[in-house]
């Protein structure tokens, strides 16, 4: 892989990870639009298959076989569960914790659960153990996450008092 390519996903990675805070705050409103955070979740969705199928028409895509859809074990089929659960839990919670800090939390809760399954190779990826180094790094995020999510606190208990 060349170094530019490698530069570009990289650049892939950061792209996804800056839509979030933009796909919560938006989900919130509509949240508090229709009014509740469930209604949002389904709208969230529905508008994912709009844009996707599209997409998926001008690849001309093939259908995947029914073969291959009832040979997936279970676990496979989780990700639209997990996908509810964050779209939701962002609309509830972003609104009381702020962008920052929810993000900030909802990193840390990434950064544990990424060197789970990348130690224990769950889910078909490559094991990677965890390392000293790999420790220190992530330990060194949540601190980030913490300095993110709790250096807001004494001004927002100054503005209630």
Same mark, same amino acid.
């Given at each position: 892989?060349?170094?530019?390519?490698?530069?570009?996903?990289?650049?892939? =990675?950061?792209?996804?990870?800056?839509?979030?805070?933009?796909?919560?705050?938006?989900?919130?409103?509509?949240?508090?639009?229709?009014?509740?955070?469930?209604?949002?979740?389904?709208?969230?969705?529905?508008?994912?298959?709009?844009?996707?199928?599209?997409?998926?028409?001008?690849?001309?895509?093939?259908?995947?076989?029914?073969?291959?859809?009832?040979?997936?074990?279970?676990?496979?089929? =989780?990700?639209?569960?997990?996908?509810?659960?964050?779209?939701?839990?962002?609309?509830?919670?972003?609104?009381?914790?702020?962008?920052?800090?929810?993000?900030?939390?909802?990193?840390?809760?990434?950064?544990?659960?990424?060197?789970?399954?990348?130690?224990?190779?769950?889910?078909?990826?490559?094991?990677?153990?965890?390392?000293?180094?790999?420790?220190?790094?992530?330990?060194?995020?949540?601190?980030?996450?913490?300095?993110?999510?709790?250096?807001?606190?004494?001004?927002?208990?100054? =503005? =209630?008092?």
């Amino acid at each position: 892989m060349t170094t530019l390519h490698w530069l570009g996903l990289l650049l892939l =990675a950061v792209i996804a990870g800056a839509v979030v805070p933009f796909q919560s705050a938006i989900n919130a409103n509509l949240g508090r639009g229709l009014g509740h955070p469930l209604w949002a979740t389904l709208a969230s969705l529905l508008v994912s298959i709009v844009v996707l199928l599209p997409v998926i028409v001008a690849l001309r895509l093939p259908l995947p076989s029914l073969g291959s859809i009832t040979r997936a074990p279970l676990w496979m089929w =989780a990700g639209g569960a997990f996908g509810v659960c964050f779209i939701s839990l962002a609309l509830i919670l972003l609104p009381k914790l702020g962008a920052s800090g929810f993000i900030a939390l909802a990193m840390a809760g990434q950064i544990i659960a990424s060197l789970m399954l990348d130690h224990f190779g769950l889910f078909g990826l490559v094991e990677r153990q965890l390392t000293a180094p790999r420790l220190i790094g992530a330990l060194m995020l949540m601190g980030g996450v913490a300095l993110i999510q709790f250096s807001a606190l004494p001004s927002k208990v100054l =503005a =209630a008092a």
